[in-house]
Each structure stands twice: as structure tokens, then as C-alpha cells.
């Protein structure tokens, strides 16, 4: 692995995720790079927040795309273009291609607002309470083909309070995602996380099927 390790970062919305990586990255000491930022909306906030960091960015439409395949094709084009090592979903509200994922294999990574492989998909916290759980958190995992289902690298767990709504478990579980996102970025770009035939390790070690847990 070299000293810095190219990223890009595809978005659709916000950017919250996104912001947590650029601070992440001016401690001085960080090997992560990003070097673009692309999204399938021109309105996305997380675009301007790129911007104001000096980022490279660039927008692609889905819509001017004759289907998905045509659509992940231009995607590659773009990504590949600023040679990164690590492409990292944060917010990006398309379903990917197979051949897309094959493309990055084990160097594609995505975060989702559950404790995996609980509540695929979307409405988590609200799938959640209504489950009864009393725990919930989110999870950073390598991407494959299987939607949400790729093997997980770390997930932040927290507790379901009695009061707590759909909205107010978002907001912690947000938090959360701020830190363990940024700290999975960092393994992979120190060599330190990888993905084989095996599963996920870190440090050499195979990661449990749950990846890495951090307790709150």
C-alpha cells in the first residue's frame, strides 16, 4: 500500500458522512486522500461541502442514462479517473450493477443504518422500535453483490431508549457513523484492513461475522 491511498467518494445527498472524512483527514498524520467527489444529483449538499474542502467533483446524471449498466459504465469512467485505491458510498441512493461491484471488488465500501444483517434496506430506526430491540447502531462493510450484504469491517452498537423515536435514534446513530467511518477509511488506507476469499481481516487477523464491535 502506498504512503497515501486515493479516495473517491459517491454521494447523493448531504454529505454528513463525507464531512466526517474530510476532518478525519487534516490531522496531519492521515494516509487518506480524497481526491474526487461524485454524484448522481447536481443538487446535492455534499458537493459544495467538497468544494469548500478544494475537492475535486463531478456530477452524473442517472437520468441521462439509457438503464443501470449504461449508467455504472460513465460511473467507472469517472471513478477510475483519479486512480483511487478505496471507493467509498456515503449516501448514495443508486443500486449498483454486478459488474460495478466485481470492478472494485474488495476495495468498495458502504455504511447502513443498522446492525447488519438486521433491517436491510431502508426505514431502520423505525424498523427497529418497532421490533422491540434494545439495541441499534450501524455498520461499515465491503460491498458485494448482495444488497447491505457484504462482509462487515466495524459496527457501533448503542442502546434503544424507552423515549427514543425514529428521529432521535437517526440523530445518535449519525453520530456514531461519524466516527466508525472514518476509522475504517484509515485501516484500509494504513494496509491494515483487507478482503480475501476468507472474509474481512485487520491486522492479519479474520474478522468475527459481525466485524469489529464498538460498544457505547
Given at each position: 500500500?502506498?504512503?497515501?491511498?486515493?479516495v473517491v467518494v459517491?454521494?447523493?445527498?448531504?454529505?454528513?458522512?463525507?464531512?466526517?472524512?474530510?476532518?478525519?483527514?487534516?490531522?496531519?498524520?492521515?494516509?487518506?486522500?480524497?481526491?474526487?467527489?461524485?454524484?448522481?444529483?447536481?443538487?446535492?449538499?455534499?458537493?459544495?461541502?467538497?468544494?469548500?474542502?478544494?475537492?475535486?467533483?463531478?456530477?452524473?446524471?442517472?437520468?441521462?442514462?439509457?438503464?443501470?449498466?449504461?449508467?455504472d459504465a460513465a460511473?467507472?469512467?469517472?471513478?477510475?479517473?483519479?486512480?483511487?485505491?478505496?471507493v467509498v458510498l456515503?449516501?448514495?441512493?443508486?443500486?449498483?450493477?454486478?459488474?460495478?461491484?466485481?470492478?472494485?471488488?474488495?476495495?468498495?465500501?458502504?455504511?447502513?443504518?443498522?446492525?447488519?444483517?438486521?433491517?436491510?434496506?431502508?426505514?431502520?430506526?423505525?424498523?427497529?422500535?418497532?421490533?422491540?430491540?434494545?439495541?441499534?447502531?450501524?455498520?461499515?462493510?465491503?460491498?458485494?453483490?448482495?444488497?447491505?450484504?457484504?462482509?462487515?469491517?466495524?459496527?457501533?452498537?448503542?442502546?434503544?431508549?424507552?423515549?427514543?423515536?425514529?428521529?432521535?435514534?437517526?440523530?445518535?446513530?449519525?453520530?456514531?457513523?461519524?466516527?466508525?467511518?472514518?476509522?475504517?477509511?484509515?485501516?484500509?488506507?494504513?494496509?491494515?484492513?483487507?478482503?480475501?476469499?476468507?472474509?474481512?481481516?485487520?491486522?492479519?487477523?479474520?474478522?468475527?461475522?459481525?466485524?469489529?464491535?464498538?460498544?457505547?
Amino acid at each position: 500500500m502506498s504512503a497515501t491511498c486515493n479516495v473517491v467518494v459517491l454521494l447523493s445527498g448531504t454529505g454528513s458522512n463525507l464531512q466526517a472524512l474530510i476532518d478525519s483527514t487534516r490531522t496531519g498524520d492521515s494516509p487518506v486522500r480524497i481526491r474526487a467527489v461524485i454524484s448522481n444529483r447536481a443538487d446535492a449538499y455534499g458537493l459544495q461541502r467538497a468544494r469548500d474542502a478544494g475537492i475535486d467533483t463531478r456530477v452524473l446524471d442517472h437520468k441521462a442514462f439509457e438503464g443501470r449498466e449504461a449508467f455504472d459504465a460513465a460511473l467507472i469512467e469517472q471513478i477510475d479517473a483519479f486512480n483511487p485505491q478505496l471507493v467509498v458510498l456515503a449516501g448514495f441512493m443508486r443500486i449498483l450493477s454486478a459488474g460495478f461491484v466485481r470492478h472494485y471488488q474488495g476495495r468498495l465500501f458502504n455504511i447502513h443504518p443498522s446492525l447488519l444483517p438486521k433491517y436491510k434496506g431502508l426505514h431502520t430506526h423505525q424498523r427497529a422500535l418497532e421490533a422491540g430491540d434494545t439495541e441499534h447502531g450501524c455498520s461499515v462493510h465491503f460491498v458485494t453483490e448482495e444488497l447491505d450484504g457484504g462482509p462487515l469491517v466495524v459496527q457501533a452498537v448503542i442502546p434503544v431508549e424507552l423515549h427514543d423515536t425514529p428521529q432521535s435514534l437517526a440523530q445518535r446513530v449519525h453520530a456514531r457513523e461519524h466516527q466508525i467511518y472514518p476509522m475504517a477509511v484509515r485501516w484500509f488506507a494504513e494496509g491494515r484492513l483487507t478482503l480475501d476469499d476468507r472474509g474481512a481481516s485487520l491486522d492479519g487477523q479474520l474478522l468475527a461475522a459481525s466485524g469489529h464491535l464498538i460498544r457505547h
